[in-house]
């Protein structure tokens, strides 16, 4: 008897050279869906090899919009080459800091594209998000990113799940639909319900390119440190959070970090540049620069998409809120002495940057 891989295999051959007409006549609705599902869940890694490197500063993208709250597709593709011309090492989209939750399924298809249009010919290793609520939502992005041929792709746990086994088969049925890179998310699944560290290395295991994970879930450092002791079979332990770890995840030997900080993709490439250097104290004291502007953005809202307006990447600081369905759009105004406020604590940056304006 076959076991549930087998017979994906073996399903998604016959499909490949072909069924006859009257078999196809005679499948019910329900067995046709499950054969679907079977093919696009089924197929053999080929090479588990990275074509680019899957390690350092990984940027993802903030998702521009226009004034009246659509995707600004052209600031997207802008974005992608400002990050690649900084120097970061990969771009990444769209995740929780793209703002994926207000974003369409159409809208997700189509940025994919843009990104894959975009990243061609570039240095930065391009990253393509997939996560959806559930194994067939998620197959669906997998399989148009697969199709885009991306260096690597990234997915949350599914946030329909009501367990780890769901998440287990979510993550097989990933790996057997794509032979690229896999970096295995650690937040945005099911609330309060974070895939282990075990389940992490057991997915390693079996399909050594789910190999990356991007750790943000707590405890965090002891995660990252036990992760950090299965290399092998993990590749690549990645920090997140948006940078606010950084410093001692790199003395940890973290293999870089999966951030929302494109509107500072070549400091943060120039920190792990001095870190893979060695230079300890310039590294010390750029972190220390970045962390100027992080605090900003905690007692000034916007600042962000007020550093990629000011940069030349974004035309507006138009954001989005509510949700897909529903979305409202709002814009970032800062107040004169907010705009002091960066300038002052930006001109800190500026030494360590590649791109100036």
């Known amino acids: 008897m076959l076991n549930r891989r087998e017979f994906g295999l073996a399903a998604f051959g016959a499909l490949a050279i072909g069924r006859?007409?009257?078999?196809?006549?005679?499948?019910?609705?329900?067995?046709?869906?499950?054969?679907?599902?079977?093919?696009?869940?089924?197929?053999?890694?080929?090479?588990?090899?990275?074509?680019?490197?899957?390690?350092?500063?990984?940027?993802?993208?903030t998702t521009p919009f226009t004034a009246s709250g659509e995707v600004d597709w052209e600031d997207l593709a802008s974005e992608a080459a400002f990050v690649d011309r900084c120097g970061a090492h990969g771009i990444v989209w769209p995740q929780g800091s793209s703002g994926v939750a207000n974003l369409t399924k159409a809208?997700?298809?189509?940025?994919?594209?843009?990104?894959?249009?975009?990243?061609?010919?570039?240095?930065?290793?391009l990253v393509l998000g997939v996560q959806g609520r559930d194994t067939a939502e998620m197959l669906e992005y997998a399989e148009r990113a697969e199709a885009?041929?991306?260096?690597?792709?990234?997915?949350?746990?599914?946030?329909?799940?009501?367990?780890?086994?769901?998440?287990?088969?979510?993550?097989?049925?990933?790996?057997?639909?794509?032979?690229?890179?896999?970096?295995?998310?650690?937040?945005?699944g099911a609330r309060d319900l974070a895939p282990t560290v075990d389940l992490i290395v057991e997915l390693a295991r079996e399909f050594p390119h789910v190999a990356y994970v991007k750790e943000e879930s707590q405890p965090l450092v002891e995660r990252m440190r036990a992760e950090l002791k299965h290399r092998p079979p993990l590749k690549g332990v990645?920090?997140?959070?948006?940078?606010?770890?950084w410093l001692y995840e790199m003395r940890l030997g973290l293999d870089g970090v999966i951030t929302g900080m494109?509107?500072?993709?070549?400091?943060?490439?120039?920190?792990?540049?001095?870190?893979?250097?060695?230079?300890?104290?310039?590294?010390?004291?750029?972190?220390?620069?970045?962390?100027?502007?992080?605090?900003?953005?905690?007692?000034?809202?916007?600042?962000?998409?007020?550093?990629?307006?000011?940069?030349?990447?974004?035309?507006?600081?138009?954001?989005?809120?509510?949700?897909?369905?529903?979305?409202?759009?709002?814009?970032?105004?800062?107040?004169?002495?907010?705009?002091?406020e960066v300038e002052y604590r930006f001109a800190a940056v500026r030494p360590y940057l590649k791109v100036t304006s």
Do not use: C
């Open 20 to 61: 006859s007409a009257e078999a196809s006549r005679s499948r019910t609705p329900r067995s046709t869906e499950r054969e679907a599902l079977a093919e696009r869940s089924a197929k053999p890694a080929l090479d588990e090899r990275p074509s680019k490197p899957m390690r350092g500063a990984f940027m993802i993208l």
């Open 107 to 125: 809208e997700r298809m189509r940025g994919m594209e843009v990104l894959a249009s975009a990243a061609r010919g570039k240095a930065a290793t």
């Open 148 to 188: 885009l041929a991306p260096d690597a792709m990234i997915a949350m746990p599914p946030s329909a799940a009501r367990g780890l086994d769901e998440y287990r088969e979510y993550f097989r049925a990933l790996a057997r639909a794509t032979a690229r890179p896999i970096v295995v998310q650690t937040s945005g």
């Open 238 to 245: 990645f920090g997140a959070s948006l940078g606010s770890g």
């Open 262 to 340: 494109a509107m500072y993709p070549d400091l943060m490439s120039r920190i792990w540049t001095l870190h893979e250097q060695g230079d300890a104290e310039a590294v010390r004291d750029a972190y220390g620069k970045f962390l100027l502007m992080r605090n900003l953005s905690q007692q000034v809202p916007g600042v962000d998409l007020y550093l990629l307006k000011k940069r030349g990447v974004f035309k507006t600081t138009a954001f989005r809120t509510g949700g897909a369905a529903a979305w409202k759009v709002n814009s970032i105004e800062l107040s004169p002495d907010a705009v002091a």
